[in-house]
């Protein structure tokens, strides 16, 4: 079974940058589907990004396009969410999740799921 550990997150300033990881273990990394979600106190876990297999195709949600990259690199079974113009509003618990197949925005998509970390913007 799948094992995944987020790190990187902390506080930082409105407009700053923070960049997340989260590393793999058990299972073949590159096989499978890698995705961000976030969840803020009081509201529904909600989609953040994904990544295919080799990397080569990305996904995003409204709220953080343009803002933050993801990126995999599966050498070294991490995945990476690269985030920029840090808003108040991208406070929340950051997860990184996995699947075998499909790479949707739907949280019922990814079976295996890591503890989260914190990130929290201050303005």
């Known amino acids: 079974q799948v094992q995944l550990v987020e790190s990187g997150g902390g506080l930082v300033q409105a407009g700053g940058s923070l960049r997340l990881s989260c590393t793999a273990s058990g299972g073949t990394f590159s096989r499978y589907f890698m995705g961000w979600f976030r969840q803020a106190p009081g509201k529904e876990r909600e989609f953040v990004g994904s990544?295919?297999?080799?990397?080569?195709?990305?996904r995003y949600a409204d709220s953080v396009k343009g803002r933050f990259t993801i990126s995999r690199d599966n050498a070294k079974n991490t995945v990476f969410l690269q985030m920029n113009s840090l808003k108040p509003e991208d406070t929340a618990v950051y997860y990184c999740?996995?699947?075998?197949?499909?790479?949707?925005?739907?949280?019922?998509?990814?079976?295996?799921w890591g503890q989260g970390t914190q990130v929290t913007v201050s303005s």
């Open positions: 990544i295919s297999w080799s990397g080569g195709s990305t």
């Open positions: 999740a996995a699947a075998n197949r499909g790479w949707g925005s739907r949280r019922n998509e990814y079976p295996y």
